[in-house]
């Protein structure tokens, strides 16, 4: 049986209907943590599908029979007899696949290598303005805009100006640079390489799109989770407007809307937390859903 | 012996300062009130930072005589503006902590704000 129909409609499934239900959801705000793992399973799983697809339509009497076992036998991995010689069909039937699954790998890459360069650009110029503080263990940059950033990854740096450190009382100062840490401390930098080597490959697809929405969104809802760890939530909402209100007003030409008015009432808000049934639920679909396309491929049933 | 990047911070820090041209003879006598430097290293890391960009020369007889390329100030903005996205589409930084808002949104949080603090004072 070919599975090709059935896999592109499971991709239809993960790549369109599924982000929509998941922007509609609450609990992503609530649990940002496993929001994000979604988002990764949801882009990991439509690339296995489209590969496993594709290798579908290249060989389509071939069986997808036990999914990766299948493609590690082609390979001449599998510990079976060996097959008669490789024809033009069972190369692209290989072929294909991989191609889907390198190029999504290789665009995280090149994104990451790319910011990388210009982190490390920005980060040697950083340390001949900026002064280090080691109390705040930060780089104070002399500007008089009110900002806080951090540059993730390899000998990374946490950046504060210093109108930021006269502005803000020193509690509110370490709770914006608690925030800054948790991003570091996270990689934060790699899963958004992630969503943007997606959006790359599959730049009309609502999937890679929402992610990088979402996954933006949802990091800073982590970090802000973070910093709360320590700090007074009102301390970190003061910061926050204080930061926001000491500099000129956003240009018409700015990038769209602000999410600082969703995190400022979910910081201030009631901590809500979905249940933890709910949570396990959630975190076995993580596993489950970039295996589903083999599934899919191949129904223990045929 | 300290990181390469702390002497090249030092002497643009010096070049920044003083705000005129000066040789590397002038930058190695202020670096050793505080610390013993070979002229030889100055020498080399100054050149680092012209070819980098960081400094321009001009040559008086048989001496350069180095400046800084850009004032301090426009250092920082320039890595400002790196730093909160503003003159790319992708920025070396991750995120800011807060982006710019319009007054809409100002007045949002500011809203969000005082609910908090009058529900407490009930």
Not at chain 1, 100 to 129: C, E, P, Q, Y
Request: with cysteine; aromatic share 6%.
């Amino acid at each position: 049986m070919n599975a090709a129909p059935a896999l592109l409609g499971y991709a239809a499934l993960v790549g369109v209907a599924v982000p929509r239900l998941m922007t509609r959801s609450v609990w992503p705000h609530r649990a940002p943590g496993l929001g994000a793992a979604v988002w990764l399973a949801l882009s990991l799983s439509f690339t296995i599908a489209v590969a496993l697809a594709a290798s579908q339509l290249a060989a389509p009497t071939e069986h997808l029979h036990l999914g990766l076992l299948g493609l590690l036998h082609a390979c001449g991995l599998g510990t079976t007899a060996p097959r008669p010689d490789p024809t033009t069909v069972d190369l692209l039937a290989l072929t294909m696949p991989l191609a889907v699954v390198t190029a999504f790998v290789a665009a995280s890459l090149f994104h990451l290598a790319r910011t990388g360069l210009i982190r490390a650009r920005h980060r040697d110029r950083l340390d001949k303005v900026g002064a280090r503080c080691d109390r705040l263990r930060a780089t104070v940059l002399p500007h008089s805009t009110p900002a806080a950033y951090c540059l993730p990854g390899f000998r990374s740096r946490i950046v504060v100006s210093d109108a930021a450190v006269r502005l803000l009382t020193e509690e509110q100062l370490s709770a914006v640079l608690e925030h800054e840490r948790a991003h570091v401390a996270g990689r934060h930098h790699l899963l958004l390489a992630a969503t943007h080597g997606f959006a790359t490959v599959f730049p009309w697809l609502p999937l890679a799109r929402r992610a990088r929405e979402q996954m933006a969104v949802l990091l800073e809802m982590i970090a802000d989770d973070r910093a709360l760890r320590r700090h007074d939530r009102e301390v970190l909402a003061t910061a926050m407007y204080e930061m926001a209100a000491g500099r000129a007003p956003k240009g018409a030409f700015a990038a769209g809307g602000s999410t600082a008015l969703l995190r400022m009432k979910r910081i201030l808000g009631p901590r809500r937390t979905p249940h933890p049934a709910f949570r396990g639920s959630v975190a076995s679909a993580v596993l489950a859903v970039p295996l589903l396309p083999l599934l899919v491929a191949c129904p223990p049933g045929l | 012996m300290r990181r390469l990047g702390e002497l090249e911070a030092e002497i643009m820090d010096r070049f920044w300062t003083w705000g005129r041209p000066a040789t590397v003879r002038e930058v190695v006598d202020d670096i050793n009130q505080h610390r013993d430097l070979a002229y030889t290293t100055v020498t080399t890391v100054t050149s680092i930072l012209f070819q980098k960009g960081h400094l321009t020369r001009v040559r008086h007889g048989r001496v350069w005589h180095y400046e800084a390329a850009a004032s301090r100030e426009a250092y920082a903005a320039a890595l400002m503006e790196d730093g909160l996205g503003a003159s790319t589409d992708r920025p070396a930084a991750l995120a800011q902590f807060v982006e710019n808002l319009d007054d809409d949104e100002l007045a949002a949080l500011r809203e969000a704000l005082r609910n908090v603090g009058r529900r407490a004072a009930q």
